[in-house]
Structure formats: structure tokens, C-alpha cells
């Protein structure tokens, strides 16, 4: 079975520095893996998403994560962030196989604030 | 656009109701979903679908049932509703393996 793991619940940053919200995941077979966000009274978004090729993949609204096979994370990162990315992120993964299941983990909240 | 719609965005019901909750999907997915969202817990799957009259459990199916008898609608019903049922329940459904959810906005669920 897979499983995530997020470790930081809530991230406070200041407007324009740098952000990295960590996922780490654990499974026995090939992956996919996915970002979604929620903003607040909202469903789920995808933000990204990790299928096969380039280990780096690349949101329209800035964000990116890597794909690192040896250390199992998916990392999500942004040189510089908004106010407007204030929101609950979701690192989520599949199994390559059989039926589409995510597993997701607990979300991490980004505070941005001025 | 995809468009997941869930029936009701909140809903009060009182211990030992019987509930439920509606989805219905625009875009012919195979597959649809039941989450609930809890803080600190993320999301949990309750039950999915992958075809019309075909259910599967998730992590979490005890105390739920879940009718799919046309592709486009999911319906997620609570027998008897509990008190630790209350929380918020999310629809999804998606295309084959690899292409990404859609959600619905949510029901948030209190049970008194």
C-alpha cells in the first residue's frame, strides 16, 4: 500500500520569499504523484503532477516540484510567493497500475502574510 | 471545464437519520470518489467507483453505503448519521489512471 507523509501542518512565510512544503511518500511499486490546493470554501485543484520523463514539473502559477526516487519526495517549492497563495496544500500519490486510487496526505497550510 | 457538483454545500441532520449526500459528474468519467475531510487527518476515501452498479471501499467504509446506478451521479449515504460523522465530505471523479481529480466544493456535514 502507499502512504504519504507531510510533516509540516502550517507554513507562515512573508510575501515574495521562498517557500518548500515537503512530501514524502512510501510504496512498493512505481507512482504517480500529484499536488492539489484548496482554498478556503473550495474543492480541491490540481496544482501538478508527476507522471514519467522530466523528474521536474512545473505549475502555470509558479510553483514546481521534483521527483526524487531515491530520497521517495516530491517536494514543492516557489521562489516567491503571493498573498494569494495562502491555502491548504495536498501531496497525494497513485500507484502506475491497476485503478486509480490516491492516497493523500494530511495537508500542509500556507500562511502568507504582507 | 469539468464540473463535479455536490447537492447541498451544508446540512444539520439530527443522530439516526438516514443521509444522503449527491454527486453528479458532467465530463463521463469511469471513475468517481467519496472523501471526507477532516483537520489533521486530510482526506480519507470512504468508497469508490470505477463503473456503473461497481463499488469498491476505501479506507474508511464503515458506517456509509453508495448507490452509482448511472455513471454521471454517486450518492453517499449514512444509515444511520452519528455524531462522529460530522465533518466535510468531498466528491471526486476522474478519467483513467494518471489523469487528475475533479472535485465537487464540499458538503459540510453536522450531525446533532
Known amino acids: 500500500a502507499q502512504s504519504v507523509t507531510q510533516l509540516d501542518s502550517q507554513v507562515p512565510v512573508f510575501e515574495e520569499a521562498p517557500v518548500e512544503l515537503r512530501c514524502n511518500y512510501s510504496s512498493s511499486v512505481s507512482v504517480y504523484l500529484f499536488w492539489y490546493v484548496q482554498y478556503p470554501n473550495q474543492g480541491l485543484q490540481l496544482l501538478l503532477k508527476y507522471l514519467s520523463g522530466s523528474t521536474l514539473v512545473e505549475s502555470i502559477n509558479g510553483f514546481e516540484a521534483e521527483f526524487n526516487k531515491s530520497q521517495t519526495s516530491f517536494h514543492l517549492r516557489k521562489p516567491s510567493v503571493h498573498i494569494s497563495d495562502t491555502a491548504e496544500y495536498f501531496c497525494a500519490v497513485n500507484k502506475n497500475t491497476g485503478f486509480q486510487k490516491l492516497v493523500f496526505g494530511t495537508g500542509t497550510r500556507l500562511l502568507v502574510s504582507p | 471545464d469539468v464540473k463535479v457538483t455536490q447537492s447541498s454545500r451544508y446540512l444539520v441532520k439530527r443522530t439516526g437519520e438516514k443521509v444522503f449526500l449527491e454527486c453528479v459528474q458532467d465530463m463521463d468519467h469511469e471513475n468517481m470518489f467519496w472523501y471526507r475531510q477532516d483537520p489533521g487527518l486530510g482526506l480519507r476515501l470512504i468508497y469508490f467507483s470505477y463503473d456503473v452498479k461497481m463499488k469498491e471501499k476505501g479506507d474508511i467504509p464503515e458506517g456509509y453505503s453508495v448507490s452509482r446506478e448511472k455513471k454521471e451521479r454517486f450518492s453517499l449515504i449514512l444509515e444511520s448519521a452519528s455524531t462522529n460523522q460530522t465533518s466535510m465530505y468531498l466528491c471526486?471523479?476522474?478519467?483513467?489512471?494518471?489523469?487528475?481529480?475533479?472535485f465537487g466544493n464540499g458538503t459540510r456535514l453536522t450531525v446533532t
Open positions: 471526486a471523479s476522474s478519467g483513467p489512471q494518471g489523469t487528475p481529480l475533479h
